[in-house]
């Protein structure tokens, strides 16, 4: 991402104005990406918590629910608790064992635990650039009143 360095005490309110609402723009894009990531770590999780769950010997040819639809389920049981079928991504699904889809996973919660962090200092500077500008448009439209007020003396 390119940084661009603005001078704010050149420019004026509406000037001001508009840039503090791309700022805010830009803001709420990234809060909802952070979001978005968040809910997919959650997901993330979920699946390392069922792998570790599942594998354990005591749950091999368990009895279960297979949802196939949001409200419709078959009966099922568990063939093999040491081989999972894992999405990664785009409706591709790997046959892998049990180290293999808690590597993978754990793999993917880092990533976006990283990339979360990354938008978190995002969020922070351009928070930190918006109430800046508000500042300084407040401080141009005090100057304006003030000029207003020396052109029209009452």
């Not at 409706?91 to 892998?96: L, R």
């Not at 500042?135 to 003396?153: C, D, M, T, V, Y």
């Amino acid at each position: 991402m390119s940084q661009q360095k603005i001078d704010l005490t050149k420019l004026s309110p509406e000037q001001l104005a508009a840039v503090k609402q791309q700022f805010d723009q830009e803001l709420q894009h990234f809060s909802q990406s952070l979001q978005a990531l968040n809910i997919a770590r959650g997901k993330f999780k979920e699946c390392l918590e069922d792998v570790k769950s599942l594998a354990k010997p005591e749950n091999d040819n368990n009895k279960l629910l297979v949802p196939l639809s949001g409200s419709l389920y078959v009966r099922g049981s568990v063939r093999d608790n040491t081989k999972f079928m894992v999405d990664i991504g785009t409706g591709y699904y790997v046959e892998k064992d049990t180290e293999q889809a808690l590597n993978f996973y754990e793999k993917k919660i880092a990533k976006l635990n990283r990339e979360s962090i990354q938008i978190q200092d995002i969020i922070k500077e351009k928070s930190h650039s918006s109430l800046a500008i508000e500042g300084h448009l407040r401080h141009a439209a005090i100057r304006r009143h003030e000029e207003l007020a020396k052109q029209n003396p009452q």
